[in-house]
């Protein structure tokens, strides 16, 4: 009876990189981090897997429509599920850690997360988020929310990219707008949300959406009005016009004039007030970084002021305010725009070629070690090939330097070494090896 084979076809959604792209992709990480930790942000690692009730304690119902569960697995009675995020997480955790941690406590958080959403292009359902957290005790000072723009505003640097803007709000702002001009508290939340969809939806969407809710002509007008303040000052009379509560623009007020004062460039720092983040546990500041001419990659970083989210887990108040980046997506743009060098396919810098190996095989080995010792990735050639099929290995996994050693070469303490990049070979010393590919890969 014949067997069908299993599929072994890509599951939508769960992206697999070949080598060259996740070397790619661990060089970004690994210079997020070094950006976070300039910071003084330290590493933590979450489970996972979260008790369901830890999950939907707060984010709205889009985001528990989205929660993987494990309806195999059970914790004492409790059902579970696969993160969608790191925010909710780290407020259970500082929960359960508090009494171990020094505040405001400043992690950092570069880890998978999951998601039961459609998969389409530039959306994954599993992706890696790099996230920042300053969480205080009882308060948090609002400088540590002028802080993160200043911190994104480097990691982008760092990376590369150009044209980024870092629209920056205050989810108080807007609900003080919409309580003055008459619409009642309890659909406030729900008119932010709309509000939130405008770069996708456009604005004739949007109205008709607010329309349906029951705002009047009028109020709608004064909504758009006042979405369009492109200054502080500016949204703030607008605010004194129809007798808003201040409280969240003055903040707002003291959070920008903050992240100048500690280095954000100005014209980098843009003012939205359209701008509201979808997860219903965001209460204060809210940022999203938009890359000009890039409107279809939408926010490639996001966040914002959480006041209240341990209040779920714990009678105690842990403050928090913080960013995420949406690394495999930004990750997939910027190798599809030609952003990133994909072309390594190893770290590995140096091949030591076997030309005897039944004589002179702990030789290689010597040679080897004495190159790792040294901080350079090597690896040996073992199988029983010709010295042509060794360079050709070399040459199409990218590597730059061949060792060539037989009878003369350990006659006189020396190797040949090849460089497959310039085509060229010289004849180097046992001792100055080392340094010779060092010099090399430095220049």
Known sequence: MKVNPISVNPISGFPEWLPNLKLAEQRIINSIREQYELFGFTPIETAAVERMEVLKAKGG??????????????????????????????????????????????????????????????????????????????????????????????VFEKLGLNGYKIHISNRKVLAAFLLAIGVIEAESDNIIKIIDTLPNDGKETVVERILAKGLTDAQVTKVFDFLSCISIEQAKQSMVDVNADLVGIDELDQVVSNAIILGMPKEKLILDLTIARGLDYYTGTIYETFLDGKKDWGSICSGGRFDTLASYFSTHKFPGVGVSIGLTRLFKMMVDSGMVDVSETTPTRVLVTCQDRQKYLSSYLGLAKTLRTAGVPTEVYFNHDSLREQIGYASSKGIRFAIIAGDTEFDNDTVMLKDLLRKSQEQVTGDSMVCTIKRKLEA
């Open 61 to 154: 119902e889009d985001a528990h429509k989205q929660i993987f569960s494990l309806s195999n697995a059970d914790d004492a009675g409790s059902s579970l599920g696969l993160h969608f995020d790191l925010t909710v997480p780290i407020s259970r955790y500082v929960t359960q850690h508090c009494e171990e941690l020094i505040f405001p406590f400043r992690r950092y958080q570069i880890q998978k997360v999951w998601r039961g959403e459609k998969a389409q292009k530039g959306r994954f359902r599993e992706f890696y988020q790099c996230d920042i957290d300053i969480i205080g005790r009882n308060i948090l000072d609002l400088i540590h929310d002028a802080e993160i723009p200043v911190i994104i505003n480097l």
